[in-house]
């Protein structure tokens, strides 16, 4: 049961999926249900004093999540579109950042909300600007209706021009400033670069690799990255629900590589043949400029200036608890259609 007592607003209905229908129930009958015929374990009991809001779940990353903490608490998503892994794990809104008259009856019960919500692709300063309000507004509503934490998906430091002339970094911080005044309690889980089976790192290059058998290797390649996998983050997430993980916090992954290690560990365990082209920092900016410019966006400019600054090459948190999946762990785990170059689902 919800610990509190609840407002009768709490009689509002939600917008849910169904199959391939939606329909309403009400909130109070559905919010700690489990959807289909799901039924909540032991353990999920113990825990079921929170409701999660979990916003911009639909991606790689919020995949990672749902897949660690579904099942543990009841949750409402909400993000534009419904994705396979949602169904029967969660209750799903439809719905933008951007609706901000739809936060309180979206709040009503919730005890914890859990975001990835921000946008990848570059943009005008307004398009930014007007999320970074819209989450502020979130987290104004979140506590007038007596929300207790805030586990932010945030960003890895940036070197200090990028964070000032890039607005996808510089209004998140300005979001993040302003919810760690909130007063709620607040953990910000900066990952390095996550993978996934379909992730816009390894897949990705490794998609490149097997399709022109050359891919760049920009200036030296000595500059390091730690990568995390997206379920990890996960696990971080359901400790920051738990307040075992606090505060502000760098998520790298068990291992640090510099990117010409990483090429070498995907030619090498997925049986690729490919060379590397070296090209000059400043020549493979201008391509990827180039490439953005006619609508090619596996890598932003933004990004290509963050890899070279040697910025992500931070180490793992604690975890004693759990030990994390290396990238060549995943590589190696792939299944045997994915490991010899063509399509498949490869792990989760």
Request: proline letters at 7%.
């Amino acid at each position: 049961m919800i610990s509190r007592r609840e407002p009768e607003s709490a009689k509002a209905t939600f917008t849910h999926r169904e199959g391939n229908s939606y329909t309403t129930q009400d909130r109070r009958a559905s919010v700690l249900k489990p959807r289909g015929n799901r039924s909540l374990s032991g353990h999920s009991l113990m825990v079921a004093r929170k409701v999660l809001l979990m916003g911009g779940g639909g991606g790689v990353v919020g995949s990672g999540v749902l897949a660690e903490i579904a099942g543990r608490y009841p949750i409402r998503s909400y993000h534009r579109t419904p994705v396979a892994e949602e169904q029967g794990k969660v209750e799903f809104v439809p719905g933008d950042v951007s609706e901000t008259s739809r936060f309180p009856a979206l709040l009503q019960g919730v005890t914890d909300i859990v975001n990835v919500v921000w946008y990848r692709q570059p943009g005008p300063d307004r398009l930014f600007a007007r999320t970074s309000a819209a989450l502020q507004s979130l987290v104004e509503v979140a506590r007038q209706n007596g929300v207790e934490r805030f586990v932010q998906i945030s960003l890895p430091p940036a070197p200090p021009k990028l964070e000032e002339r890039t607005p996808y970094l510089r209004r998140k911080r300005e979001f993040e400033s302003k919810l760690l005044q909130s007063g709620l309690k607040v953990t910000l889980l900066k990952p390095s670069a996550i993978f996934a089976s379909y992730d816009r790192l390894i897949f990705a290059m490794r998609s490149l690799m097997e399709r022109h058998r050359r891919f760049p290797l920009f200036g030296d390649g000595l500059y390091h990255l730690t990568p995390i996998w997206h379920r990890d983050v996960g696990w971080l997430v359901g400790e920051a629900l738990e307040d075992r993980v606090k505060g502000t916090v760098l998520a790298g992954g068990p291992e640090r590589m510099t990117y010409l290690e990483l090429l070498d560990l995907l030619r090498r365990e997925l049986s690729l043949d490919v060379r590397w082209m070296r090209v000059s920092p400043r020549t493979g900016r201008w391509a990827v400029q180039l490439f953005n410019a006619v609508g090619w966006h596996v890598l932003y400019t933004y990004e290509y200036d963050w890899l070279l600054s040697d910025t992500l090459g931070f180490p793992a948190p604690p975890h004693p608890d759990r030990k994390f999946l290396t990238l060549r762990e995943f590589l190696h785990q792939l299944p045997a259609p994915d490991r010899a170059g063509s399509p498949g689902r490869g792990v989760p």
